[in-house]
């Protein structure tokens, strides 16, 4: 079972400036089987990217995704006000379980 | 439009049981494997079980296996978490989610419901 530590705990930017979200395995993740969730306060969580680096539908195209191995990162390129939310990172082994990260919360400074 | 509404959850006493619901609509419920997520309150996400298509695999975290079910009805859209010998760790809302697959070369939850709150107390 791969365990997932996502770095920093909590990410304080303003908006317009970049976040990097850093997600790191115990073990090696395909990179088929990494993704990123967003969520909102009192909303469910939301797809992001998938396969490490896919934007989901209707994802923004300043979210971008990157990595492998055991080395992933999420990528908001200039923050908007509604991007301010806790993220995961998810992997999916060969089998279950799987594991999602502790979570980055990115809040306005 | 894809939706599904989870419902069941309630004030439970520990040692109890409980069964959620997750109602599907805008999708073919029948291939669609599914699974449910957990979060307890204040907490991060954690997986709890997942179920093919056709309902004969299941999976189960170590901290619920032995306790709860999973299983599903496609004649009727329908998921279930069967969850008995409930504990106070168990408190979280629970939510289903549709597994996507791409060609068996990736996977990921693509839609969400707005999950259900259970809470394991005396």
């Known amino acids: 079972e791969s365990v997932l530590t996502q770095s920093p705990g909590t990410l304080s930017l303003s908006p317009g400036e970049r976040a990097t979200l850093s997600c790191r395995a115990s073990q090696s993740v395909s990179s088929g089987y990494l993704a990123w969730y967003q969520q909102r306060p009192g909303q469910a969580p939301r797809l992001l990217i998938y396969?490490?680096?896919r934007r989901a539908t209707g994802t923004p195209d300043r979210f971008s995704g990157s990595g492998s191995g055991t080395d992933f990162t999420l990528t908001i390129s200039r923050l908007e006000p509604e991007d301010f939310a806790v993220y995961y990172c998810?992997?999916?082994?060969?089998?279950?379980?799987?594991?999602f990260g502790q979570g980055t919360r990115v809040e306005i400074k | 439009e894809v939706q599904l509404l989870e419902s069941g959850g309630a004030l439970i006493q520990p040692g109890g049981s409980l069964r959620l619901s997750c109602a599907a609509s805008g999708l073919t419920f029948s291939t669609s494997p599914m699974t449910w997520v957990r979060q307890a309150p204040g907490k991060g996400l954690e997986w709890v079980s997942a179920i093919g298509a056709g309902g004969s695999s299941t999976y189960y975290a170590d901290s619920v296996k032995g306790r709860f079910a999973v299983s599903r009805d496609n004649s009727k859209n329908t998921l279930y978490l069967q969850m008995n010998s409930l504990r106070a760790e168990d408190t979280a809302v629970y939510y289903c989610a549709k597994i996507f697959e791409c060609g068996g070369s990736c996977r990921a939850l693509d839609y969400w419901g707005q999950g259900t709150l259970v809470t394991v107390s005396s």
């Open positions: 396969s490490a680096s």
């Open positions: 998810q992997q999916y082994g060969s089998s279950p379980p799987w594991t």
